[in-house]
Nanobody, 131 residues
Framework: QGLLVESGGGLVQPGDSLRLSCVAD????????ISWFRQAPGKERGNERD????????????YYADSVKGRVTISRDTTKHTMYLEMNSLKPEDTGVYYCAAGPATLTSLQAMGANNYDYWGQGTQVTVSS
């Protein structure tokens, strides 16, 4: 099994920025589709995680949820086995537990938005946007 560990969450005010990180062991990131999902308050099941952003670990093929386009950037550092989610102009509706995930290269862009299609998950990091 691969291991993913998120960090960088916290309590921020509307309009603030955060950068989330997800460090993986080398085995996990042989699954080259990497993504971020958010589980909103009150949603408990794994399949209730909302898609945020995805990219190919080798670079490119970036897709974003409509709700975050223009405010969020997904990226990765291959030398550090780390993926990032840079979030700007945060809104209260961005609140939730953020999970990184890794899945197979064969996922289409539509499949990449489905939480059920991923093999590896981190433990999550809480982001709370509140004044």
């Amino acid at each position: 099994q691969g291991l993913l560990v998120e960090s960088g969450g916290g309590l921020v005010q509307p309009g603030d920025s955060l950068r989330l990180s997800c460090v993986a062991d080398g085995r996990t990131f042989t699954s080259p589709r990497i993504s971020w999902f958010r589980q909103a308050p009150g949603k408990e099941r794994g399949n209730e995680r909302d898609f945020v952003a995805t990219m190919d670990w080798t670079g490119g093929s970036e897709y974003y949820a409509d709700s975050v386009k223009g405010r969020v950037t997904i990226s990765r550092d291959t030398t550090k086995h780390t993926m990032y989610l840079e979030m700007n102009s945060l809104k209260p509706e961005d609140t939730g537990v953020y999970y990184c995930a890794a899945g197979p290269a064969t996922l289409t862009s539509l499949q990449a938005m489905g939480a059920n299609n991923y093999d590896y998950w981190g433990q999550g990091t809480q982001v709370t946007v509140s004044s």
